[in-house]
């Protein structure tokens, strides 16, 4: 049995973004609570070479649109990356949702076979098919940014757990 390449990729990414938007939600709250700066979260790092949460939430929906995109065949959204609150982050879940939500399935057709040229970080190109794009490189890196912003939330007292993480599904 094989499953649609959009089965695969854009339910994942909306469930996921949609826990990671209610996590910023809930320490945004826990900020105002205990009168924390919001830096302070939106800053916060687990090791001093490892991006903040801001960042992170970025780059989790920078994998979120580019991994769908790609995989639809259509031009991908270009975001500044300047998103330094709260509800600016926020603002780019909901960006992030739209462009994903609003593919369409048809457009993933013959996606695991079409390949996907990469220029991750580097001026060298890395080619590959697009399900192991997706299944290799899309969707663990896309877990492991969500997951540093979980942990880092859960490592700075935001009271979440693995519901929270989890989202709707």
Known sequence: MTIPMH???VPVFQQLLGSLDQLLAKAEAHAGERKIQPDALLQARLFPDMFPLSKQVQIACD???GVSGRLAGVELPVFDGEQASFAELRGLIASTLEFIGGLDAAGFEGAGSREIVLRPGTPK?????????????????????????????????VEVGKRDYMGAY
């Open 125 to 157: 190109e890395r080619r590959m098919g697009g399900q192991a794009y997706l299944l290799h490189y899309g969707l663990p890196q896309f877990f492991f940014h969500v997951t540093t912003a979980y942990d880092l939330l859960r490592h700075n007292g």
């Open 7 to 9: 089965a695969a990729s």
């Open 63 to 65: 994998f979120a649109r």
